[in-house]
């Protein structure tokens, strides 16, 4: 088994939905993360956690909610969707030591059209 | 903030050594880290550095840090086809796993 989950894989969703990103880990890690990758622009970090009470907002939040339902799961949000927010979207988990590995997850392919 | 760049593409023949160049802005990024992503799939950590350190073998692959420059390289000993994947280069300071990426090297590896 994987050890970051992420569902769906792939999403076509119409302007103005509202979806969710699921991630599940289990790496044990307190730390949790969302980015986004869009083609010659890298990964941007859009939300963090460092714990299930520490919700913190990245480079990139406007847009985007999330929740830490549990010390396992973090989910993402787009309340309403726009067309810009097509994208492949990554989850991961990291350790709290300094220098620890960062896990990512398969990624989740989401189409807003 | 930090700020991560690196060239889009970079194109050799099978058997040649590669080198992907990468460069930081932020003096305190203690920890530097090189991914490769292959098609339709995750990231997979290859190999990190330490800010202490100046270079880093593990088999095939090379890390090179200079501080000074802030300026990272990996180099790909015997680039074989089964290397053609976006490589990124990853920066964070000490205490903080957030990763600040760069824009990713596509490296397109010919028989």
């Known amino acids: 088994d994987a050890d970051v989950t992420q569902t769906p894989r792939n999403r076509i969703t119409k302007t103005g939905k509202r979806i969710m990103l699921e991630c599940s880990q289990t790496?044990?890690?307190?730390?949790m993360y969302w980015y986004r990758q869009d083609p010659g622009l890298g990964l941007r970090l859009i939300y963090y956690?460092?714990?299930?009470?520490?919700?913190n907002k990245g480079e990139i939040s406007d847009g985007y909610s999330v929740s830490r339902q549990a010390q396992a799961k973090f989910s993402l949000s787009l309340e309403s969707a726009i067309p810009n927010q097509t994208a492949l979207y990554f989850c991961?988990?990291?350790?709290?030591?300094?220098?620890?590995?960062?896990?990512f997850g398969q990624g989740t392919r989401l189409t807003v059209v | 903030g930090e700020d991560v760049e690196q060239s889009l593409f970079l194109s050799v023949r099978e058997g040649d050594s590669s080198v992907i160049n990468c460069t930081y802005t932020d003096s305190s990024s203690t920890y530097l880290y090189w991914y490769k992503q292959e098609p339709g799939a995750g990231l997979q950590l290859l190999t990190y550095?330490?800010?202490?350190?100046d270079m880093k073998q593990d088999q095939r692959l090379t890390v090179l840090l200079n501080k000074k420059d802030k300026h990272l390289s990996l180099r790909i000993a015997d680039t074989q086809t089964g290397d053609s994947a976006i490589y990124f280069c990853?920066?964070?300071?000490?205490?903080?796993?957030?990763?600040?990426f760069g824009t990713g090297t596509r490296l397109l590896v010919s028989p």
């Open positions: 990853a920066a964070s300071s000490t205490g903080f796993q957030k990763l600040v």
């Open positions: 991961a988990t990291s350790g709290s030591s300094q220098g620890a590995r960062t896990f």
């Open positions: 790496k044990g890690h307190d730390r």
């Open positions: 956690s460092f714990d299930v009470k520490d919700i």
């Open positions: 550095i330490f800010s202490n350190m």
